[in-house]
């Protein structure tokens, strides 16, 4: 009896809950779009506001603040914008984003002028000096801004200090945005207490199906004018476009269940991810682990094997029925070095390296077990083949 597929690469994508495909079957099997007033119009709306309810209480947010999109990377686009106002006034002159953020916010900015980029330190941290000297700059010259940096980075699982950046940033008059779309599900925090304006989330990324996002903005009084999508107005005008009523629900009932199990990530993922990083360093003494200096995602572990690309590790991965990233899903088939590891100032020779494995609620014991088995064979064929052109 041949071993299924062993799938470690959940910050690329996660299978879907039980939850959300049951919700979603519902929704595929009644007919109505929910902006129509007719009684199956109605149910349709019936089933996106109550899933804008789940979600809202995820993130201890209201759900009249939650605005349905097609994924991540359109909400991010929808929040690095200059046309933000609040209370009718503009507040966004200028952009800043971490380094380290994902492509499509270091890519979204809709702006005139290239966002400013801030740097983060070895551990992958933001660096707060940076942040302070540009809010500091920005303020000399009269004008607010919007920052973004993300709540857990999707290559390292690095978790960054949200908060006291929000506070800097609200200090000098600007706005916050966080793309949560990594942490969410897998850590328990409130957009109240990250202190963002505005926040990021993704169905697929926490058990829900592809094709559905959403942007959650931390008050009301926040307008902005000029929607990314126009048409009919759906989304109070935020976002137009017929709801994705069977995604939303099912992308609603993931965030509810997501809701009641931090704790299997806080303990049985996190204890298999320590597990397999113990294993290998033990297995491999030169073995680099990235992000270690400050707290990480439950889930994640990002290293590199000096001498072992990740392209040459990816294929013998995959041969063997393992299923692993070398950074983020939008570069797979075109193996590069990571501009994370980049910014964090990690060698290229070492950053080409570098290997994603990220572990979700099914995986197990004989998972790590597996992987480890296949690794130390990877290796050692690895290694010999050098020794042999050597001689």
Not at 178 to 207: N, R
Not at 229 to 256: H, S
Not at 267 to 295: C, I
Request: glycine share 10%; charged share 20%.
């Amino acid at each position: 009896m041949t071993r299924s597929r062993l799938y470690l690469d959940h910050n690329a994508t996660t299978p879907l809950r039980a939850e959300a495909r049951d919700a979603m079957v519902v929704a595929l099997d009644q007919c109505g779009a929910a902006s129509s007033i007719h009684g199956d119009g109605r149910a349709a709306r019936k089933r996106v506001e109550a899933a804008r309810q789940q979600i809202a209480a995820l993130v201890g947010a209201q759900a009249k603040n939650v605005v349905f999109c097609a994924s991540a990377t359109e909400a991010n686009n929808m929040a690095l914008s200059l046309d933000w106002q609040r209370a009718g006034r503009p507040v966004v002159q200028r952009i800043a984003v971490s380094s380290i953020e994902h492509a499509s916010v270091l890519n979204g900015v809709h702006a005139s002028e290239a966002p400013a980029l801030l740097r983060v330190g070895a551990d992958g941290i933001v660096d707060l000096e940076a942040v302070r000297t540009l809010l500091a700059r920005w303020q000399a010259e009269g004008v607010s801004g919007l920052v973004s940096v993300m709540l857990a980075n999707n290559e390292t699982g690095v978790i960054q200090s949200v908060g006291e950046i929000a506070a800097l940033v609200h200090e000098a008059g600007g706005l916050l945005h966080c793309d949560a779309a990594q942490a969410a599900g897998k850590i328990s925090f409130s957009i109240s207490e990250i202190g963002a304006d505005l926040l990021t989330l993704s169905s697929h990324k926490l058990g829900g199906p592809l094709g559905a996002g959403a942007l959650v903005l931390a008050s009301d009084s926040l307008h902005q004018p000029h929607p990314l999508i126009r048409g009919g107005g759906q989304e109070k005008g935020m976002r137009a476009g017929t709801e994705n009523v069977p995604a939303i629900a099912g992308f609603g009932a993931a965030a509810e269940a997501a809701q009641h199990g931090f704790g299997v990530f806080g303990g049985h993922v996190q204890a298999l991810r320590d597990e397999l990083e113990q294993r290998l360093r033990a297995n491999s003494p030169d073995l680099v682990v990235f992000g270690v200096g400050g707290k990480r995602l439950p889930n994640t572990l990002n290293f590199a094997e000096p001498g072992m690309p990740a392209e040459m590790a990816l294929i013998a991965l995959d041969l063997e029925g393992i299923s692993v990233s070398s950074g983020s899903a939008c570069s797979s088939g075109k193996v590069k070095v990571s501009h994370v590891l980049t910014a964090m100032g990690v060698a290229p020779e070492l950053a080409n390296c570098a290997l994603r494995v990220s572990l979700g609620r099914e995986n197990t014991v004989q998972d790590i077990e597996f992987f480890i088995a296949v690794w130390t064979r990877l290796r050692k064929n690895i290694h010999e083949r050098k020794q042999h052109r050597a001689a």
